[in-house]
């Protein structure tokens, strides 16, 4: 296992992503900006995420935790109430109930405005998300409520696209 985990990581390195999207905050978080990267993996996707700019709360004992999801639309626009409205709901395939949704990920763990998320899942391949949306959250997921864990307002968005090489 060690070898293939070796294996993998040395691929990101070397290799461009299968898919990949730019994010960006909405105009009330201009300065949240990064890049998801998504790379095949055993079957499934290894995911890539660096963000900057997230809100840092300056409170002692207050973690920035982040929701972030693949929905299922293909547009970051929306309107006055929900900048990212034409994201829509989490991109769901298998009609699952929440936490299971294939877009359910991880949440992202801010750190003096810089997140770092790296993780393998197999509930979908890079290829399945051109065209849809990810999203990152004001809140954590609660892992609970449904339809989608209580995670707050969308704060950042960004449209998947195919291979190729991306930079900011």
Same mark, same amino acid.
């Given at each position: ?62 973690? #920035? /935790? &982040? %929701? ?10 929306? =309107?006055?109430?929900? $900048? ?22 991880? #949440? /992202? &763990? %801010? ?10 899942? =197999?509930?979908?391949? $890079? ?42």
């Amino acid at each position: 296992m060690r070898k293939k985990l070796r294996e993998l990581l040395e691929t990101i390195l070397v290799s461009s992503p299968e898919a990949w999207t730019k994010i960006r905050g909405s105009s009330q978080y201009p300065d949240v900006h990064g890049q998801v990267s998504f790379y095949p993996a055993w079957g499934g996707s290894l995911t890539v995420a660096e963000l900057m700019g997230l809100p840092n709360p300056s409170r002692v004992c207050r973690q #920035p /935790i &982040f %929701g972030f999801h693949v929905h299922a639309g293909s547009q970051c626009t929306g =309107n006055t109430n929900d $900048p990212f409205a034409d994201a829509n709901g989490h991109f769901n395939p298998d009609d699952c109930l929440h936490p299971e949704h294939a877009g359910d990920l991880p #949440p /992202i &763990f %801010g750190a003096d405005g810089y997140g770092l998320g790296i993780f393998f899942t =197999n509930r979908f391949a $890079p290829e399945e998300l051109i065209g849809r949306t990810l999203i990152l959250h004001g809140m954590p997921d609660d892992f609970t409520t449904q339809p989608s864990g209580n995670s707050g307002i969308k704060i950042a968005c960004g449209t998947i696209r195919g291979a190729g090489v991306p930079g900011f």
